[in-house]
């Protein structure tokens, strides 16, 4: 199989009545079958490549980012065992490409296992912060939304794009990024409210800015 896989926005998703299930063609692909890859690949190189761009927020670094996991699960897909869902691994997989390349270009990344408390472990009553943030909820700026996740740290901004994005639970989190149930929605909140600081920063930039445009302009109106 040639290593230029083509591009997320020129995948042809329509498949044949011929093509096989998805178990199937993980099968075939493990057989080495170059046709059943490439079906999983038009499968779930759309959603693979929403993951990278919201981790990277570059479309050129999330194409390689995507074109790399799919590499990955080329070579490694003979180790899918299938005690989780295909999806999920692959994101696992994704993920950890993502991460690496972030490693490399020394951003700081936000630990996910950092201590919390017993009762988020256990879900207990105390406080679930994992449930929907209202706060971010709002009328937004989407332009502002954007510019904020992107200088979320990077551990931060893998769980947020994962749940609050890519509408993943917290148990599937938790299997794609090899942390607890209970640190996935640790690192959630903590996102959040960096999230809704950085978002606040934004509007009071944009505030002051204004007030600067509006004396300019008096000035010479005067």
Same mark, same amino acid.
């Given at each position: ?12 998703? =329509?498949?044949? &009545?011929?093509?096989?299930?998805? +178990?199937?063609?993980? $099968? @075939?692909?493990? /057989?080495? #079958? ?87 472990? =256990?879900?207990? &009553?105390?406080?679930?912060?994992? +449930?929907?943030?209202? $706060? @971010?909820?709002? /009328?937004? #700026? ?81």
């Amino acid at each position: 199989m040639s290593t230029a896989l083509p591009s997320p926005n020129r995948v042809n998703v =329509t498949q044949s &009545p011929k093509s096989a299930t998805e +178990a199937e063609a993980i $099968r @075939l692909a493990q /057989a080495g #079958d170059a046709a059943a890859f490439e079906q999983l690949y038009q499968l779930h190189c759309r959603r693979v490549y929403a993951l990278c761009l919201r981790m990277v927020g570059n479309p050129s670094d999330a194409e390689d980012l995507m074109q790399e996991a799919f590499l990955q699960l080329f070579r490694k897909i003979a180790t899918f065992r299938g005690e989780s869902a295909f999806s999920t691994w692959l994101h696992r997989m994704t993920v950890n490409v993502v991460l690496m390349r972030l490693r490399k270009k020394t951003l700081p990344a936000a630990s996910l296992e950092e201590t919390t408390e017993p009762d988020e472990e =256990t879900g207990g &009553p105390r406080k679930d912060i994992g +449930a929907p943030d209202l $706060r @971010l909820s709002g /009328a937004v #700026d989407r332009v502002n939304l954007e510019r904020s996740i992107d200088k979320l740290p990077p551990g931060y901004r893998t769980v947020f794009v994962l749940h609050d994005v890519q509408g993943f639970e917290h148990n599937e989190i938790a299997g794609i990024m090899g942390c607890s149930v209970g640190n996935s929605k640790s690192q959630l909140h903590k996102a959040r409210t960096r999230l809704r600081e950085l978002l606040q920063e934004d509007l009071r930039d944009q505030a002051r800015a204004e007030r600067h445009a509006a004396k300019t302009q008096s000035g010479l109106g005067d």
